[in-house]
């Protein structure tokens, strides 16, 4: 994987596998905020079920906004002379281009108690409005 992955390039690596790649550089997660990885290390797809709620919107998983923003490609890697077995699965992370938002705004005036609609992160929340 040193061939494919520089060595200060910060990789994700999903913990069933992390052991077993000490010598890349996993991204910061300091302060709540994640740093934009460029790779991601995963183990066989059966530990997938592990390995996703690190992932998942449902559970708050720390790299859901990675997810947001970016896509993951997989990247072939084999060993040598054994063309049939792959060593680790490995992504690029490639950040999507970000387009302007549509901003509408609207003021109204209300009598009494009113609630304010949350704010909604397209792509994560899967939140229906009624209207």
Not at 36 to 64: E, K, Q, Y
Request: glycine share 8%; with cysteine.
């Amino acid at each position: 994987l040193a061939e494919v992955i520089p060595g200060d390039a910060g990789v994700i690596l999903d913990w069933p596998v992390a052991a077993a790649y000490p010598c890349n550089r996993p991204v910061s997660l300091a302060l709540g905020a994640v740093e934009m990885p460029t790779w991601r290390i995963g183990g066989d797809p059966s530990l997938l079920g592990l390995a996703g709620i690190s992932f998942a919107p449902d559970h708050a998983g720390p790299f859901v906004p990675v997810l947001a923003v970016a896509e993951q490609v997989l990247v072939p890697t084999y060993l040598v002379n054994k063309w049939d077995r792959e060593v680790a699965t490995v992504y690029r992370i490639s950040p999507r281009p970000l387009a302007s938002p549509d901003v509408s705004v609207s003021h109204s005036v209300e009598l009494g108690w009113s609630r304010q609609p949350r704010l909604v992160v397209p792509g994560v929340d899967d939140v229906k409005t009624v209207e």
